[in-house]
């Protein structure tokens, strides 16, 4: 099993950029109603998709507050190279870099353009 999450965003190139740059991923498929972002060996991290584009009843609430009881969450291998990035992208950092004792790892709780909560945290006791 593989997830592959999508979110809704109101701009997906601006999004598509902000999450390439923040994770150091790719387009794997670029446009303006929808996105895929994967890692150099082409596995699928992060779908984006268009608010007003209605060929899925099932998106959400645009009226809704985003992202309400849910995270993104990435294990990522370059903790501090990326909590730098987030730092340098001017993005709204809601916690951290932090260590989580509970779980032995590093985090850093941020919030993206659209208002989701997003977690970039190290490997599970990396400490």
């Known amino acids: 099993m593989r997830p ?3 979110i809704v965003v109101n701009d997906v190139p601006a999004s598509s950029l902000w999450y390439q740059r923040l994770l150091n991923v790719k387009s794997g498929h670029g446009g303006d ?3 895929q ?3 150099d060996d082409g596995t699928l991290i992060l779908q984006l998709h268009r608010w007003d584009v209605h ?3 099932f998106l959400g609430d645009p009226d809704a507050p985003k992202g309400n009881g849910a ?8 903790f501090p190279d990326a909590a730098y990035r987030a730092e ?3 993005a709204e950092i809601l916690e951290g870099p932090l260590v989580n004792p509970n779980a032995q790892h590093r985090e850093i709780w ?11 945290a190290s490997k599970y ?3």
């Open 125 to 127: 006791g990396d400490l």
């Open 33 to 35: 109603e929808y996105e």
């Open 37 to 39: 972002l994967v890692r």
């Open 71 to 78: 995270l993104l969450w990435f294990e990522i291998d370059d």
């Open 88 to 90: 340098d992208m001017s």
């Open 55 to 57: 060929e899925h009843r």
């Open 110 to 120: 941020i919030r993206d353009p659209d208002g989701y909560t997003v977690v970039l």
């Open 4 to 6: 592959q999450p999508m």
